[in-house]
């Protein structure tokens, strides 16, 4: 079955610190992996996405890494801010075809002062 | 936002009602989605449209049905809405995102309440 789990949960952070969240994935075959950025009460926005001969990729402070030998992501925050506060979702697109994409639950993110 | 809209963005309704669900598009795209999120689950695909009158079912569609009688509009009807179709519904349509890769945008989102 195809899956998608990140880790951790939750997490809360000091602004101006960094922090990596992480993401497994089991589905087969891969085509894609994104990170999506949800602010409450709004839409995914899609903030990277990598092919299988990425190995990291940045959209300002955000970067995302992936390996896919070992099926796992990362997304790096530098330097955070409040307005980081927010889920971040991995995506990844595979498993049969078509436009077909399989969502991580998501990772809750807190910056405080 | 990529041009979507929903509508509505609230509503509350009893169980047993049919309730239908707008999605809008202004830029003719030919993929459009409806997804449902909940909490401790990832987006889950209830249906999918890839053209005019051309629907397909997704991995949770019971309970669901759609309609996409326009390119701009899919419409997403609840037959008879039950407690567990208490959810937050978006639409999605995909567009190449310019590196030649085909990516998804989320509308707002609709909050439905089934009590």
């Known amino acids: 079955k195809n899956q998608v789990e990140q880790s951790p949960q939750s997490l809360i952070i000091l602004e101006g610190k960094n922090c990596t969240l992480q993401c497994n994935y089991t589905v087969s075959p891969f085509s894609n992996l994104r990170w999506y950025k949800q602010d409450t009460g709004r839409g995914p926005v899609s903030l990277t996405i990598?092919?299988?001969?990425?190995n990291t990729k940045s959209n300002g402070r955000y970067t995302a890494t992936l390996d896919a030998d070992t099926k796992q992501s990362s997304l790096h925050i530098t330097a955070s801010q409040l307005s980081d506060s927010a889920s971040y979702i991995c995506?990844?697109?595979?498993?049969?075809?078509?436009?077909?994409?399989?969502f991580g639950t998501g990772t809750q993110l807190k910056v405080e002062l | 936002d990529a041009g979507i809209t929903q509508s509505p963005r609230h509503k509350v309704t009893e169980t047993g009602t049919p309730v239908t669900l707008r999605c809008h598009q202004t830029e003719n795209h030919r993929y459009m989605y409806w997804y449902r999120q909940d909490p401790g689950h990832g987006l889950r695909l209830i249906h999918y449209s890839y053209g005019v009158k051309d629907t397909d079912k997704g991995e949770v569609s019971d309970g669901y049905s759609v309609s996409r009688s326009k390119t701009e509009d899919f419409l997403l009807t609840l037959e008879s809405a039950t407690s567990s179709q208490t959810s937050v519904y978006f639409c999605?349509?995909?567009?190449?995102?310019?590196?030649?890769?085909?990516?998804?945008?989320f509308g707002p989102g609709t909050r439905l309440t089934v009590l």
């Open positions: 995506v990844v697109r595979g498993g049969g075809g078509g436009n077909k994409l399989t």
């Open positions: 990598m092919t299988f001969s990425e």
């Open positions: 999605a349509i995909s567009a190449n995102s310019g590196a030649g890769v085909n990516e998804q945008f």
